[in-house]
């Protein structure tokens, strides 16, 4: 009978301080998951700006000289597209969408051959790059003694095909 005693002291000590543990655990692989999900919808919303802005196109030019020009305007609608993306996952940002996507490096490469400042990339044809930091909101991680904001960098380029 004692050693049925022992052995249920036993299990109820280790239970006890290894369920804190394994909750923990739990807690940063559920928070792992949502960032995740958080970083692909920004890279989604980076994809998708930077397709509406290099679908902005100067017609004028196409129909007069035949040559594919973005238009002047690209990297605004790009960013305006960007804010708007930015917006449907407002719950996840740590910062305001339109503050982000005023930091975000947003630049149009109207005509070809141009080559990018920031990255030293090429482009053979015209397109719009954007490059930004997004705050995103991860409060188990603040919780568990780490940062409660985690930065995801992402650069997204588009050109017509």
């Not at 040559?67 to 930015?86: I, K, N, T």
């Not at 975000?104 to 070809?112: E, F, G, K, Q, R």
């Not at 790059?129 to 985690?150: C, E, I, K, S």
Request: hydrophobic share 50%.
């Amino acid at each position: 009978m004692n050693a049925l005693r022992d052995d249920r002291a036993s299990a109820a000590v280790t239970t006890v301080v290894l369920l804190p543990l394994l909750l923990t655990v739990l807690a940063g692989v559920l928070q792992l998951g949502a960032l995740r999900v958080a970083a692909a919808r920004v890279r989604a919303a980076a994809d998708l700006a930077t397709l509406v802005g290099v679908n902005d196109q100067d017609d004028a030019e196409l129909s007069r000289t035949g040559v594919l020009r973005l238009a002047g305007d690209a990297a605004d609608v790009a960013r305006e597209y960007f804010e708007r993306e930015l917006e449907l996952s407002e719950t996840l940002l740590a910062a305001p969408s339109s503050e982000i996507a005023a930091r975000a490096d947003i630049v149009a490469y109207p005509s070809a051959p141009s080559v990018d400042a920031r990255t030293g990339a090429r482009y053979e044809r015209p397109a719009v790059r954007l490059a930004a930091d997004v705050p995103l909101r991860t409060p188990v991680f603040g919780a568990l003694a780490f940062q409660p904001v985690t930065t995801i960098g992402v650069l997204a380029v588009s050109s017509p095909r």
